[in-house]
């Protein structure tokens, strides 16, 4: 296996470390990127209203859900959930490889509204976007970073907010590790 770190700085975010590992045998992938910094449970939110918004810098952890509320997509943390640094297009993208994958099964009521929502995606990447895009980190390893910071809305996650969110697989360590232990406990005991 072979791991690769890299220290990048990402205008009005930060110090961020991008993680990727590969085996050589299998041909497995992984990457992640985790700020330096420490952070703390964040909902991060702006509109997108027009072409050159797409263009608003993603940096996304394993951690982070992703969600576009008019499109009714959300991208949620697995167990080995990738971090990446992209734009609101490639999110975009990912949705639309995702939806086009998935219709290959489709038939019916499902086929017909996953093709009207390509279509929106489509026309949001092409000339009319208009639509909100959130992350929630619970370990507050995301950002959205524009040439306009006043167009990003960040706030602390609520702890029933933080209860919903899946964290899909990290490691933690300090107060971190104290408060996600506490989390799933709670979680756990509903």
């Known amino acids: 296996m072979i791991v690769n770190q890299t220290e990048h700085v990402v205008d009005h975010f ?11 045998r299998c041909g497995y992938k992984h990457t992640d990127v985790s700020t330096l910094e420490k952070g703390e449970p964040i909902a991060i939110r702006t509109r997108i209203r027009s072409v050159a918004d797409l263009s608003i810098r993603i940096v996304k952890s394993g951690t982070a859900t992703i969600s576009i509320p008019e499109f009714g997509a959300t991208i949620t943390p697995g167990p080995y959930s990738e971090g990446y640094i992209s734009n609101v297009e490639g999110v975009l993208e990912r949705i639309e490889n995702a939806l086009t994958f998935m219709l290959n099964s489709a038939n019916g009521k499902r086929l017909k509204k996953g093709e009207k929502l390509l279509k929106q995606i489509r026309m949001a990447k092409e000339k009319n976007p208009h639509f909100t895009l959130e992350i929630k980190d619970p370990l507050g390893n995301s950002a959205l ?22 964290f899909g697989q990290f490691a933690l360590t300090d107060e971190k590790a104290e408060q996600s232990s506490h989390l799933e406990r709670e979680r756990a005991s509903r």
């Open 14 to 24: 930060g110090a961020a470390l991008m993680i990727s590992s590969i085996c050589q």
């Open 145 to 166: 970073v524009s040439p306009d910071p006043s167009r990003i809305r960040k706030r602390k996650l609520s702890k029933r907010e933080l209860l919903a969110v899946r």
